[in-house]
């Protein structure tokens, strides 16, 4: 039972944070949802009233009901695999043929009003273009229906100009939430990306770092077809990757020496200062995985929980494995950049260790790399201060 109200509350789970499109994708979902549990209510009382009233037109009612239901349900999940052109087109349709297959037409006005509500269905869940396109279907049908049902009465213009009147004014509201939305998510991003800014003014060498393993890690997530609904969490969370270094003082963030044990331990927490600066931001919160748990190893060798193979989030092991070539990549006061032909191949030496084997060979596939494994290499990349190798 909670499993079914957890799915019906997550219909309603629409925030700032999502895509446009996956916006429209969980509209779509809730229309969806909404038509099945009308017809599903309908089903028994058309089914009653068959075997009441046998009849040709019963019959109608109740099979074709049915018959929607399953294609609905078609639908439905073709929406929720994220083919969402195909699935708003057949609802669509399906949407008009319903508000007329539902219940018989006794009257003129039923017109208008079967098809008053798919055409503001169109505003919220199609772009304009396809919007324009169902409301001038809408009208057409319109017309066609009320001259063939009605051909002794004379069209009522009014009629027409109020069911173009609602595309329009619905067109618009869904236009101004779609702004607003925007302009909201537009705030939050740039917040973020100056709380990123300001970190890397503190430390001089990690300079554009954010910016550049943000870019590569959503290559990446893309690459590996990470659901989009995450996308936008997952590069949050990589901009605010090392938020709790905020915390870390300058004399241990900026040390050019090895750290000391002590030192050590406190840079070891930053996570944890992460997760007490982000879990009390709702928006930052599902943003939290990767600095939280971007230095757990797939070996559990890593912290702040030793969280080992798929205990470790997916955003944080794709994250990792960026995080590290990046940092490697780069110059420090305590060492030179290191080669990129070293970094692939020390990447690869730690595949399964330190990372997701499946996420290193992703990442080798989409950067074109072939590593060459040298024996010498761990001994190469360890020497080198291995404390603040990726800190």
Request: aromatic residues 12%; charged residues 20%; hydrophobic residues 45%.
């Amino acid at each position: 039972m909670k499993r079914w109200i957890d799915r019906v509350t997550s219909l309603f789970q629409i925030n700032e944070s999502l895509t446009r499109e996956v916006r429209r994708e969980i509209i779509l979902r809730f229309v969806i949802w909404f038509n099945l549990l009308i017809l599903v209510i309908l089903a028994p009382f058309r089914l009653y009233d068959w075997i009441l009233t046998p009849s040709q037109q019963t019959s109608f009612f109740f099979i074709n009901g049915i018959a929607c239901i399953f294609t609905l349900l078609i639908i439905a999940k073709l929406n929720d695999i994220h083919h969402i052109k195909t699935a708003r087109f057949f609802y669509l349709l399906l949407c008009y043929y319903l508000c007329f297959s539902a219940f018989p037409l006794q009257n003129p006005d039923q017109v208008l009003l079967y098809l008053t509500i798919p055409t503001m269905i169109t505003s919220f869940v199609s772009d304009e273009k396809n919007s324009l396109w169902f409301t001038g279907f809408a009208l057409l049908v319109y017309l066609v229906a009320f001259k063939t049902l009605f051909p002794n009465t004379p069209y009522p213009v009014f009629s027409i100009v109020c069911l173009a009147l609602v595309a329009v004014i619905s067109w618009r509201v869904a236009l101004i939430i779609e702004q607003m939305t925007g302009q909201l998510v537009s705030a939050y991003d740039s917040t973020i990306e100056g709380w990123s800014q300001a970190l890397e003014m503190r430390n001089q060498e990690t300079e554009g770092h954010s910016q550049r393993v943000a870019d590569l890690t959503m290559q990446l997530v893309k690459k590996m077809c990470v659901d989009e609904t995450r996308w936008v969490h997952i590069h949050r969370g990589v901009l605010l990757h090392d938020i709790g270094k905020m915390v870390v003082p300058d004399t241990i963030l900026c040390k050019a020496g090895p750290l000391t044990e002590s030192e050590h331990q406190i840079m070891r927490n930053h996570p944890h200062y992460a997760k007490d600066l982000l879990i009390k931001i709702p928006y930052l919160a599902p943003a939290l995985e990767i600095p939280y748990c971007h230095h757990e190893k797939w070996d559990g060798s890593g912290y702040p929980r030793g969280l080992r193979g798929n205990e470790i989030p997916l955003e944080a092991r794709i994250f990792s494995v960026i995080d590290v070539w990046d940092a490697m990549r780069s110059k420090r006061s305590y060492r030179d950049a290191i080669a990129e032909h070293q970094v692939i191949e020390y990447l690869n030496i730690e595949s399964g260790r330190s990372f997701d084997p499946v996420i290193v060979n992703e990442f080798f596939d989409m950067m074109n790399f072939k590593p060459h494994v040298s024996s010498e290499l761990p001994r190469l990349i360890l020497s080198q201060n291995p404390q603040k190798l990726n800190h």
